[in-house]
């Protein structure tokens, strides 16, 4: 079934997608799911056993990642249980579709709707992204408190109304909070990239009460409350966004910043969905 036709209903291939999984994991049901933004990539080995890892465009509506040589994966980690706690299973994402990949905004949030038919009731989003606020350094997590999804586009198709109002969790915030009392929180404003915003995008940005500048995750935080799922949204501050200093945007100190505080978000983000 293609995505690309509209005429297929995107929550067919996700259930199928699902039962691939399903089948090649030996893992009934995910509990959780994580989508791994950049710098977010080392999380999934302190979470528990890597049960099982595919290649993600072996799975129904996952396509092959635009980055030549980056095979996506799909991967079913087990979350330890402990005494009154049974063994969960995460579902960790590893590629993720942009929408500035042009390939359509049903393949951006097909991992989420996948993992919701794969029985998750959680997801947990991740990114990197520019900071406005001068004291979140690179290497900042900062928690989503809420988004401005100026992309002016939907995941959903006709008349879906959907409520968003505590779209990102205010209860699973407190559990990160639980786990580092110093996390800070922002409003995450997704541009449709793939260039930088200007330092007068960004000061708009700003004007309009935005904290964090991305191009991912508002559109897959819609689509996952729209299939039922919990969700927590946590960013990773890998360089001030454009204008806020006066430095021009350097992509290798961006990628430098998401390596060197892999371990703390890694620990923070295993934590996190133990709990
Ligand atoms: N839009 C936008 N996306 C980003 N992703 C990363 I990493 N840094 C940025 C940034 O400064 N702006």
Redesign the pocket.
Known sequence: PDLDDPTTDPFDVARLAAEVIARRTGVEKHDVALVLG??WGGAADLLGETVAELASHEVPGFSRPAVAGHVGTLRSVRIAGDGDRPDRHALVLGSRTHLYEGRGVRRVVHGVRTAAAAGASTVVLT????GLNPAWGPGTPVLVRDHLNLTATSPLEGATFVDLTDLYSQRLRAVAREVDASLDEGVYVQ?P?PH??TPAEVAMAGRLGGDL???STTLEAIAARHAGLEVLGISLV??L??GISPEP?DHAE?LAA?RAAGPRISALLAEVVRR
Do not use: I
């Not at 990114?127 to 520019?130: A, K, M």
């Open positions: 950049s710098g990114n990197g992204c520019g541009f990239g930088y915003e500048v991305g191009m890998t360089n966004a454009a945007l961006v998401g």
